[in-house]
């Protein structure tokens, strides 16, 4: 089965389940379905950052600072969370991401619930060659350099949740 023949829910702008759809249906369709983030970060404290690879059906060969994906039809977000995590980062037995808040992206590539969650990954990592092209932990620094330098192109999405983790921080929740 090809990614654009998982089955995914559709959902209303209240995260209520209204039916199921392809992937590629809900994509071409503009369908509001449901996507995990989680912020990975190593012992000592960098975050993992990849570039995601030229096969990608939304945003292909962009760069993001969390690994994650949508839900298939009947997973839960905390699942997902940790499926994606472990599939991506290439590694088992990771503690169950914590989740942190729930936000409505919409924007380029069109409209998700999107939940961010964080990680500790100690592991070496191995990342899903099909997802992931290039990778690296990086200080939050140096993570703040690569985004507003300009050259490298991050996922709209990402971006977004980011923003909104920083902010989430700040208030100190």
Known sequence: MSAAD????VVDRDD?????????EVYARGLI?????VQ????????FVHRRTASKLVFP???????????????TYAQAALREAEEELGVRGLPQPTPLFKFLYEGPGGAWWSYVHEVRC?????P?????AWHA?????????RITGGEWPWVPDGLEARRRLEEHRRQGA
Do not use: N, W
């Open 122 to 126: 100690e592991p070496a990592v191995r």
């Open 6 to 9: 998982e089955v995914l829910d």
């Open 16 to 24: 209520r389940v209204t039916g199921q759809a392809p992937r590629g």
């Open 61 to 75: 060969s962009h760069y993001d600072m969390f690994v994650g994906g949508v839900l298939g039809a009947g997973e």
């Open 40 to 47: 990975a970060r190593d012992a000592q404290g960098r975050i």
């Open 33 to 37: 379905h449901r996507c995990v983030f």
């Open 137 to 145: 932990f990086l200080t939050a620094d140096e993570l703040a350099q």
């Open 128 to 132: 899903q060659e099909s997802e992931v």
